[in-house]
């Protein structure tokens, strides 16, 4: 459809995967939007369907692309397609009405905001449209985790009503091509400094069943969050737990009866140090394929210096040194046997401590290698 050059243009993107029964209704309620404004615009399903909806569509004057497998997959591709000055986005199921595109567009064409969300938790939930896991625990939960990890002041994280600017959109680096494409949009609204704005909307009962997998749709979200902040998830925790483990195993060394009296807390202090290291580790995997990503721009101190390609090599020759420790303390304490006669050996602190070096040394070259391969094609010196 080719837009007149004097008048805002409008782009209406919608995910569908059999909704035969509803796409009739959702088409018609966007042509009547754009015949409320006055304006051109274009509706967008990116499809996978088995039933009947693409033909319904198309007939409809629909731009219909597919078939697209994934949530984000459909709208990345959908929203490639879109050409408007203007984008909403909501699901092909009527669970979102798309009368109420007025209360999005209203505030993006007077210049209020270049984002708007939808929020069902400050609107109308009709009975029996969102179960009760999802509108008291699940949603709030993450939307709380989101608010206080990227400073977002939303109630309504995962809700799929939402409409930006054509700009706004070429701002946002959006690539997620799962359910966590929700997440990443608010994310990078955020990141990108865009104006956010939230407006009350109505959320009603689907007809057909729901293909949401909550614990496993709520996961991905939260693995999603990890990746743009690794800090609070894992080497915030990873550090306190490997101190403590410094800390009780230090203690025990130092008072010398680690072995002879308090057996069970030195164990726990090694334990503690492997967990520590392995959650350190996690955590550096998870901010290299952020800097893989483009999650951390470049000069903004989003890589600490640990994480340079070159430093890595300092790291793998610390874990080496680390092992050689571990080894020589085995060998001391087979040696011991040894000249025991293979007999008897009360050498169990010696054979702990052995174990412990012997497996963070080889956590940090083994660590050291693998993100030194995840970066060989990354100019990290910054």
């Known amino acids: 459809m080719l837009y ?3 008048m805002p243009s409008l782009s209406i993107v919608m995910p569908s995967m059999n909704e035969e029964e509803t796409i009739r209704i959702c088409i018609e309620k966007a042509q009547s939007i754009f015949k409320k404004y006055g304006i051109e615009g274009e509706i967008i399903v990116a499809d996978n369907s088995s039933d009947r909806t693409a033909e319904i569509a198309a007939s409809m004057g629909a731009k219909v692309i597919g078939p697209i497998k994934g949530y984000g997959n459909a709208y990345l591709k959908g929203l490639a397609e879109a050409k408007g000055d203007y984008i909403a986005i909501a699901d092909a199921d009527n669970t979102y009405d798309l009368l109420e595109l007025d209360r999005f567009l209203d505030p993006l064409m007077a210049g209020e905001a270049d984002f708007i969300m939808g929020t069902r938790l400050k609107g109308d939930i009709k009975k029996g449209a969102m179960p009760w896991l999802h509108q008291y625990i699940g949603n709030p939960f993450l939307t709380a985790m989101l ?10 994280a995962h809700c799929g009503m ?3 600017t054509k700009e706004a959109l070429e701002k946002m680096n959006l690539k997620t091509r799962g359910m966590e494409l929700a997440s990443e949009m608010v994310i990078e609204a955020a990141k990108c400094r865009l104006r956010i704005k939230e407006v009350p909307i ?4 689907r ?29 915030l925790p990873g550090a306190v737990v490997f101190a403590l483990g410094v800390l009780i195993t230090g203690s025990l060394l130092l008072s010398g009866d680690a072995a002879e009296n308090r057996l069970h807390s030195f164990i726990l202090g090694c334990m503690l140090l492997i967990f520590g290291g392995q959650t350190l580790s996690t955590g550096g995997y998870m901010k290299t394929y952020g800097i ?32 050689g420790a571990g080894l020589l303390l085995g060998l001391k304490v087979v040696y011991t046997w040894i000249s025991s006669g293979y007999g008897s050996l009360s050498e169990v602190r010696s054979a702990v401590i052995s174990m412990v070096f012997a497996f963070i040394g080889l956590q940090m070259i083994f660590s050291a290698i693998v993100l030194s391969v995840m970066l060989l094609e990354v100019d990290t010196d910054w």
């Open 4 to 6: 007149r050059l004097d």
């Open 147 to 156: 608010n206080f990890l990227f400073g977002t002041r939303i109630s309504d």
């Open 162 to 164: 939402r409409a930006f």
């Open 202 to 205: 109505t959320y009603y009962s």
């Open 207 to 235: 007809q057909a069943p729901s293909k949401l997998r909550s614990f496993q749709d709520g996961w991905r979200h939260v693995r999603f969050m990890m990746l743009y902040r690794p800090l609070p998830f894992l080497f």
């Open 292 to 323: 893989i990503r483009g999650v951390y721009p470049k000069n903004k101190g989003g890589t600490p210096s640990w994480l340079n390609y070159h430093s890595l090599e300092k790291e793998l020759l610390a874990g080496s040194l680390i092992l």
